[in-house]
């Protein structure tokens, strides 16, 4: 037993905190999100749980698996899409009764001095540089809070603030976190 988990065994079965009729993370999508919120604090925190060691197991499970169909396909894969005469995209195969379609994606990376030095080209010349490329300015969150106030204060109204999504974890206290 997890050190997590003793600080809720504290009646009956170690392993078995709460009654059997509670619900477990395979009910959570068939119950509403009242329903589980009025839960016990102590049986959210096992379901959150649960819930991050399945998702753990199951991503570990995923690399595990696209490893291995690597390992089978991979040069397969180069073989068909280097005889369509292809570097990148999508390729399709039998092996057996199924079909495998292996998709190497296409990553571009552009110079950004060498697009900044174009942009500046195509300006000179007279011409529209957003005909031809996509201008993005970003201002990094650390960089802002280190200007001074007078810099800050010119760009404040080009600053927009938006909450990101709250996450909320339960943990015991003064357990092994």
Same mark, same amino acid.
């Given at each position: 037993?997890?050190?997590?988990?003793?600080?809720?065994? #504290?009646?009956?079965?170690?392993?078995?905190?709460?009654?059997?009729?509670?619900?477990?993370?395979?009910?959570?999508?068939g119950l509403g999100l009242q #329903?589980?919120?009025?839960?016990?604090?102590?049986?959210?925190?096992?379901?959150?749980?649960?819930? @991050?060691?399945?998702?753990?197991?199951?991503?570990?499970?995923?690399?595990?698996?696209?490893?291995?169909?690597?390992? !089978?396909?991979?040069?397969?894969?180069?073989?068909?899409?280097?005889?369509?005469?292809?570097?990148?995209?999508?390729?399709?195969?039998?092996?057996?009764?199924?079909?495998?379609?292996?998709?190497?994606?296409? +990553?571009?990376?552009? @110079?950004? #001095? +060498?697009?900044?030095?174009?942009?500046? +080209?195509?300006?000179?010349?007279?011409? #529209?540089?957003?005909?031809?490329?996509?201008?993005?300015?970003?201002?990094?969150?650390r960089k802002y809070a280190a200007?001074?106030?007078?810099? !800050?204060?010119?760009?404040?109204?080009a600053r927009t603030v938006r909450?990101?999504?709250?996450?909320?974890?339960?943990?015991?206290?003064?357990?092994?976190?």
């Open positions: 037993m997890t050190a997590f988990q003793s600080i809720f065994a #504290d009646h009956g079965d170690p392993y078995m905190p709460f009654p059997a009729n509670t619900p477990t993370v395979d009910d959570l999508p #329903d589980i919120a009025q839960l016990p604090v102590e049986l959210l925190a096992i379901l959150q749980r649960e819930i @991050d060691e399945r998702m753990a197991r199951t991503k570990a499970a995923k690399a595990r698996l696209d490893g291995a169909l690597t390992v !089978r396909y991979a040069t397969r894969a180069a073989e068909e899409r280097q005889a369509a005469g292809k570097d990148t995209g999508t390729i399709r195969f039998d092996d057996g009764d199924f079909t495998v379609v292996a998709d190497l994606p296409k +990553r571009v990376d552009w @110079d950004q #001095d +060498r697009l900044a030095a174009m942009v500046e +080209r195509i300006t000179a010349a007279g011409d #529209d540089p957003a005909q031809y490329v996509d201008i993005a300015f970003k201002v990094p969150e200007w001074p106030d007078a810099i !800050r204060a010119g760009f404040e109204p909450p990101g999504t709250l996450k909320i974890e339960i943990v015991p206290q003064g357990g092994d976190q």
